[in-house]
């Protein structure tokens, strides 16, 4: 037993000794092999890729999902003649994991740093247009212009969003202007009808006609929204100004109401008091909660790849209809390196990459998969709304959950509406702290005053952010 | 002198005393076993609950409890497997980390301890106390100039900044000076060097053997605080492939497996299992180790 | 004779040489290094040049009257080591009187020792993730079991309540220590001199007179080691309150402890590593200033007595030349 344990122990030691000291320059190869599961692509690509001896260039992608990645399989099955390989790095955005190990790399540079990265919504701003933005390349010096943008007919948030002075860095493949996904009986029984150019009229435009189409609901048995968490996200991108002005915190007066409409939620009963991304909150996607929930607000995502998976027997019994207030919730950018000019075939190939997935509007660009959901050849799979316009109104958004209703009619006009005008780079956290502090008011823990206060207080504490 | 000594037998009274006292040491002893086994189950269902949910769908787990295991392991395992979450080599990380610092841990700690004991040197005492005021600095204290040293290094994403601190562990040496203290005798020593051995070779060749015992239950403590180790490892290591154990855990809470509770559940079992298979089998040990640690004369 | 001693003293040096040097590297230059740090502006994650701070202690001084947040993580990390420690004594002593009285006899111990002490050994980022799912709203595992018992009408929000997340954390270190603290007061109560309880026993004292009398005393040393190793490990919890309920810090700061609090403040958000460091050192000073005040009472009381008794010794030794 003991001569076991001191030779099993001498060879960990021989062994860590061995892994430690080469560990760090062969291990982002692994990466790449192991984190899709389909990435047949990239070998097949370099037989095919002719006789010509060019040396492949490699691409370091970064990235918190495998969505991207999968991409680039589809990329390089399109693309027989792209002399690249991918190596992908991805780390979840759980627990803030993904943003600092993105910014180490990106600040050590070098071969391994990252050439594209994704960032999402909730921290975009920071590497469009704040603090890392000076690691990212400009479109333009990619050779990705802004008459592609224009002619593409891309949402005018994403472009907001991705551009620092006017010049563009950062475009999305998503769009994700929000819309409102309400339950076609649940209408019939309340409002007579389930059509949505009705209904869009029934809950707003505004708040005042929201509520009151929450208190016909409530008089019927059903809340109209699942939280408070789901107005949310309508409200914070419809306010003129984000959370910061001149670098002080600034609580834009439409932020402001949501304390007040949360709490008449509460008080009136018109929710079931659930917090988004909770096992209450996916309930109610099938009714299942303490009372049937009319709707959600959501972009197109939600409906295909949340909702999707919680209807269960709902299904087909949806329908999507403009907000009373415009606006978008998440998405993923797409960032190149500034330092991939200095190297022409490799500002070409990811030049070539960006551009697929974010301005191609042909059949074979990768909206088009995306939006038809035809990522993977002969399998229908997830339809979305995706960036370009163009692309959207030639395919097909009709899905069985909205009860063969085509998205695109509503999605088309909702991203238009969302406002890209409006956020910083902190918004992630602050959020957080805001709708902790509303928690507590709307749960008669504090008063309203001492709510806002703490707010402050704590953003401060935090972030260090003054208040004006 | 008592009554009972005087007389010579014992008093009607005494002996209704010590019926009665029999009886209530009845019901003592069913109330006391009643709370032992509440304690021990309160100690078993959580895990109990985590094993047998891993095996049940996530709709399953959603419906209610079950203290009995359904069918769904395999396809809880491949919605694991599909979401990146890559236990083997989360477990291997682990592995060599801990198995590294398990190792530099007791032998240089036994080192320095019987550097304590055997030799006679003037900084000895001040140094033993140094020793035991370093045991008593918390971790954080370092935690932000230890991180911003290896970064500087360029010693982020490396396993050497988890594994050469090990070298300096004052609670283990602490510990084996104490065991050396009781049991080794100069006299083997002084014997090994009249026979012409050097030091070092005394001290591997002859006083380590001696400490086996402490050496294995020190190693034991090592390996299970190295292995659950979150926070040094959750600042240094921000590459997916040099993830440890502990923080695959954490990210299990986040987005992507919200919704896959099964999977949850499985990734959960999967990071304890290796503990658990130790800790039975070397369970007499461990707690053994635990009596003699807080046994301080 | 003497020549041995001086000849191998050198090796005292040698044989601790990898230690210090160990220590030195990465223990005691990280420490400085952190200090150093708590008196800059070094903030950020994109390197840029340091300064010390125009008033040195400017950080220090936001932390402590300024920083709500702190504050609360300090009042937090105090109450709920206090929550968790007391029972856990309590538990842990009364399991160690129960194993130890000889007239109970208890059976199965071994296997119960096992079992209790379980909880210890598994990762705590682990149990953490595990409770959490266990406390699901609505229809996590304790929330059906409270349904089933009938304890509760509907689902409770166990992880949104400041006093039941604050329990729940509070509860679960106690379920993790508690095993281990009964071990050690066993132990110690093993090497209790058994003169001391046969002469108890011949007195007629019972079985409370016992414990409090005899046990209680002599465990004191004991009982002062579990009370430091728990409070030093106290003011660094981290792996409970960070991941129990994510974001770490609980409803409204409920469960902010002051682990997470610096590591919130230097590896999210604004990597504010200046403050992040300021946090730390004055957490340092707070476990310094606590182990010394513990050290004193230990070895005040131990000399005391040991004077005592040789005050006595020495009275009964004249008294005893005075009267014979």
């Known amino acids: ?468 | 002198m008592t009554n009972r000594e005087r007389s010579g037998t014992v008093p009607l009274s005494v002996h209704a005393m010590k019926e009665s006292g029999k009886v209530s040491r009845g019901v003592n002893k069913t109330v006391i076993y009643i709370v032992l086994v509440f304690l021990a189950l309160l100690s078993i269902l959580p895990f109990w609950t985590m094993f047998v949910n891993a095996t049940r769908s996530t709709p399953e787990i959603q419906s209610g409890l079950s203290l009995l295991p359904s069918t769904h392991l395999l396809s809880n395992w491949n919605v694991l497997l599909d979401k990146s979450f890559d236990p083997f080599r989360g477990f291997l990380n682990s592995l060599i980390i801990s198995g590294a610092a398990t190792l530099l841990t007791v032998y240089f700690s036994s080192l320095t301890a019987y550097g304590l004991t055997v030799y006679n040197w003037k900084m000895r005492q001040p140094f033993f106390t140094f020793i035991m005021c370093v045991m008593m600095i918390p971790a954080q204290a370092s935690a932000i100039g230890f991180y911003q040293f290896m970064y500087k290094l360029h010693w982020t994403n490396s396993f050497l900044p988890l594994i050469l601190p090990a070298i300096a562990a004052p609670a283990v040496v602490f510990f084996m000076r104490q065991y050396l203290l009781a049991t080794l005798s100069i006299e083997m020593v002084e014997a090994a060097r009249i026979d012409g051995s050097g030091e070092f070779y005394t001290f591997n060749r002859i006083v380590m053997p001696i400490m086996i015992p402490a050496v294995a239950t020190q190693a034991i403590f090592a390996f299970v605080a190295n292995w659950n180790n979150l926070f040094m490892p959750l600042i240094l290591l921000t590459q997916k492939d040099k993830y440890t154990l502990p923080i695959m855990v954490s990210l299990l809470k986040g987005d992507i497996y919200k919704t896959e509770f099964g999977s949850i559940y499985l990734g959960l079992a999967l990071t304890t299992l290796p503990l658990f298979v130790i800790y039975f089998l070397l369970s007499r040990y461990i707690i053994a180790g635990v009596a003699l640690g807080g046994v301080k004369e | 004779m003497r020549r041995k001693g001086v000849n191998y003293s050198k090796y005292g040096y040698i044989f601790s040489l990898p230690f210090i040097f160990a220590f030195l590297v990465f223990s005691l230059y990280p420490i400085l290094y952190t200090a150093a740090i708590g008196f800059t502006n070094l903030q950020g994650l994109i390197p840029k040049p340091i300064q010390i701070l125009d008033d040195p202690f400017q950080n220090f001084k936001d932390l402590i009257y300024h920083n709500v947040a702190f504050r609360t993580s300090l009042s937090n990390t105090a109450l709920l080591w206090i929550a968790n420690f007391i029972p856990q004594i309590v538990l842990a002593l009364l399991l160690a009187a129960w194993f130890t009285n000889q007239r109970l006899r208890i059976r199965g111990q071994g296997a119960f020792k096992v079992l209790l002490y379980m909880p210890n050994i598994i990762t705590a980022s682990t149990i953490a993730v595990l409770f959490s799912t266990l406390f699901a709203y609505p229809m996590g595992p304790v929330n059906s079991f409270f349904e089933l018992m009938g304890w509760s009408d509907e689902p409770i929000l166990f992880l949104q309540d400041k006093t039941t997340a604050r329990g729940i954390v509070s509860f679960i270190q106690f379920w993790m220590w508690y095993g281990n603290t009964m071990i050690i007061l066993v132990a110690g109560v093993m090497g209790i001199n058994p003169a001391l309880f046969e002469s108890a026993a011949m007195d007629g004292a019972n079985g409370f007179q016992t414990f409090f009398r005899i046990t209680l005393p002599s465990l004191r040393t004991i009982l002062l080691y579990v009370l430091i190793v728990s409070m030093i490990g106290g003011l660094q919890m981290f792996d409970i309150p960070q991941l129990f309920i994510a974001p770490g810090g609980g409803p409204d700061n409920a469960t902010l402890t002051t682990s997470v609090f610096i590591y919130g403040q230097a590896f999210k958000g604004s990597y504010l590593y200046n403050r992040a460091a300021a946090a730390s050192m004055i957490m340092f000073l707070i476990a310094a200033v606590l182990s010394a005040a513990l050290f004193y009472a230990m070895r005040d009381r131990d000399a005391a007595r040991i004077r005592k008794e040789e005050k006595k010794l020495r009275k009964a030794a004249k008294a005893a030349a005075r009267g014979a």
């Open chain 1, 1 to 468: 037993m003991k001569r076991l344990f001191t030779g099993a122990t001498a060879i960990i030691l021989l062994a860590s000794v061995l892994s430690a000291c080469g560990g760090n320059s062969n291990s982002s190869g692994n990466a790449g092999a192991s984190s899709s599961p389909s990435t047949g692509g990239s070998s097949s690509a370099e037989s095919s890729a002719g006789n010509e001896p060019k040396e492949k260039v490699t691409i370091n992608l970064w990235a918190f999902t495998d969505e991207i990645p999968n991409m680039t399989t589809k990329y390089l099955a399109t693309h027989p003649d792209a002399n690249v390989e991918f190596k992908t790095t991805i780390i979840a955005t759980t627990d803030g994991a993904y943003q600092p190990a993105l910014d180490q790399a990106l600040a050590a540079g070098g071969k391994d740093a990252p050439d594209i990265y994704a960032a999402e919504a909730a921290f975009v701003l920071k590497y469009s247009q704040g603090d890392a933005s000076d690691y990212a390349a400009n479109y333009a010096d990619l050779g990705l212009t802004d008459d592609m943008v224009k002619e593409a007919d891309i949402a005018q948030y994403s472009v907001d969003i991705g551009s620092k002075d006017g010049q563009l860095k950062a475009l999305g493949y998503q769009a994700t202007g929000g819309a409102f996904i309400y339950r076609r009986s649940l209408a019939k029984d309340t409002f007579g009808t389930d059509d949505p150019a009705t209904i869009k009229n029934e809950i707003g435009p505004g708040w005042d006609k929201f509520f009151d189409a929450a208190a016909k609901l409530k008089a019927k048995g059903y809340g109209i929204v699942s939280g408070d968490g789901d107005i949310w996200h309508p409200i914070e991108n419809s306010s003129d100004v984000g959370w910061l002005v001149d670098g002080k915190l600034h609580i834009d007066p439409k932020r402001e109401q949501f304390l007040d409409l949360s709490k008449k939620l509460k008080d009136n009963g018109f929710h079931n008091d659930t917090q988004d991304w909770t096992e209450a909150w996916y309930a109610d996607m099938s009714g299942s909660g303490k009372q049937p929930i009319f709707g959600f607000f959501g972009p197109a995502w939600l409906i295909n790849y949340v909702m999707n998976g919680q209807v269960k027997d709902t299904n087909g019994d949806w329908a999507v209809t403009e907000p009373p207030t415009g606006f978008f919730w998440g998405g993923t950018w797409l960032l190149a390196n500034k330092d991939v000019a200095k190297d022409e075939a490799k500002k070409a190939a990811v030049a070539d990459f960006i551009h697929w997935v974010t301005l191609d509007t042909s059949e074979t660009g990768l909206q088009n998969y995306w939006a038809n959901g035809t990522m993977k050849d002969g399998e229908q799979g997830t339809k979305d709304s995706v960036a370009s316009a163009v692309v959207m109104s030639k395919s097909n958004g009709q899905i069985d959950l909205l009860g063969g209703q085509n998205m695109f009619d509503v999605f088309v006009p909702a991203n238009a509406n969302a406002s890209g005008k409006n956020l910083t780079q902190y918004d992630e956290s602050i959020n957080i702290i805001w709708r902790d502090q509303v928690r507590e008011y709307t749960s008669g823990n504090k008063s309203r005053d001492q709510a806002i206060a703490d707010f402050k207080q704590r953003v401060k504490d935090e972030l260090n952010i003054d208040s004006e």
